[in-house]
């Protein structure tokens, strides 16, 4: 889950950037958990409506709808949508409205909403909670969950209003960890230190033609792939997701003709592989 305080933007762009850039091995799942209303509708909606990009339904709304007779991992995967990109990565969005979208998401929290964002077995879940408040219902589903990366910004109001919000969550039992947008004018390290929460994820580039990317104005596609944004968004997915599995064991054939192309190899002569010596006696 990721969350900022007050002064802290950046949160959506964040959260798309890491599941634009998750490793392939697992799928990466958006959640706009936002009571404030959703950008990605705001940010990603198509020229016409059957043009791709994100549309105004289904949302948190129809979701909460469909879950008055029960929020099941099913229901939920029913009411995603896929972004544009190459990456066809999956959402749930929410809806500008304000009053719509906190609305839906205290019935959501209300029906389990936490529970079944973790019962979505290999599907990797990255919750854009927003801003924090006290008294919400995304603080709600943050305490559920148990823990949530702080987004925070290298400055001294987003530092500060950051580490009231993290000594709040603390007094909650709730562990924090930090993801920070850019390294000036203060350190990462710094940040942190300030903070008090020595847990540092990731420090994401700050970079306005990058993140303009994730708000469908990107301009030139090859460029922004290559954007410092993107670029750091990689390195941070990497960390952050599971390892692929380890290769099955072999079985004893595998390991018999592993064992024949070995001696093989030392017989062959100088530049000629293994695979080409038993490729020939076929």
Known sequence: MFAAAKGSPGVTTTVAALAGSWPAHREALVVEA????????????????????????????????????????????????????????????????????????????DAGLAECLSSLGSRDVLVDVGRLDPGSAELELVRTVG?????VRPCVSSVIHTRELAAGLHDLEVEVSLMVLGEKPYPPAEVAAAIGVPSLVGVMADD??????????????????????????????????????PPPPATDGEEMVSRSAGNLSDESPSGVTAATSTGGER
């Not at 990058?210 to 990497?238: C, K, Y």
């Open 34 to 109: 936002d009571g404030s209303g959703g950008d990605l509708v705001v940010r990603l909606c198509p020229a016409s409506e059957d043009a791709p990009g994100v549309h105004s339904e289904p949302t948190t709304v129809h979701l909460a709808a469909a879950a008055r007779g029960g929020l099941s991992d099913r229901v939920l995967l029913e009411h995603l949508q896929r972004l544009p990109g190459s990456g066809e990565i999956r959402a749930l969005v929410a809806p500008p409205s304000p009053f719509s979208a906190a609305t839906a998401l205290n019935s959501l929290v």
């Open 147 to 151: 823990q949530v990366v702080l987004v």
């Open 208 to 245: 306005p033609i990058g993140a303009a990317g994730f708000e469908g104005n990107s301009g030139r596609p090859r460029a922004w792939a290559r954007s410092r944004l993107v670029r750091s968004a990689a390195m941070i997915a990497d960390r952050l997701a599971p390892p692929p599995p």
